[in-house]
């Protein structure tokens, strides 16, 4: 009967030594204040269980009321020829302004991104700058 106590009291045999820590961590048996912490757990943050969402524009009902294209019914494609409409959304560099922005349907933003493309491939805006008015007083002259 001594030597029974003596063993389950040894540190080989302690059902909290190491060896059985690591064995319980193995089959996924550890308490929630022994679980493994993952290297973002470490990262500061206000709330750890809330996420902050990218900033991808304004919702489905104040875009609608936003957006010029839906409130006017005009479908941004018809418009692909008028550049000086199209320059509003396009930044100094020629890039498109995203959603955020420009703070459109998302309808309206992909067929907007449509019409500038078109634009360029026709050769209506230039590719790679916003200067609308210099770039059609040279084709007049043309």
């Given amino acids: 009967m001594l030597d029974n106590v003596a063993l389950s ?78 320059s509003y959304f396009v930044t100094d560099m020629g890039k498109m302004k995203s959603r955020a922005e420009t703070r459109l349907t998302w309808r309206s933003q992909r067929r907007l991104t449509k019409a500038v493309r078109r634009a360029k491939m026709m050769g209506v805006m230039p590719i790679l700058n916003k200067q609308i008015s210099s770039y059609f007083r040279d084709i007049t002259l043309l």
């Fill in 9 to 86: 009291e040894s540190p080989q045999s302690n059902a909290f030594s190491a060896g059985a820590k690591y064995e319980r961590a193995r089959r996924g048996r550890l308490s929630k204040d022994q679980r493994f912490m993952k290297p973002t757990d470490l990262l500061p943050r206000e709330d750890p269980f809330r996420r902050k969402r990218a900033l991808l524009g304004p919702g489905a009902a104040e875009s609608r009321r936003n957006d010029w294209f839906y409130q006017l019914g005009i479908d941004p494609l018809d418009e692909a020829t008028n550049p000086r409409l199209l």
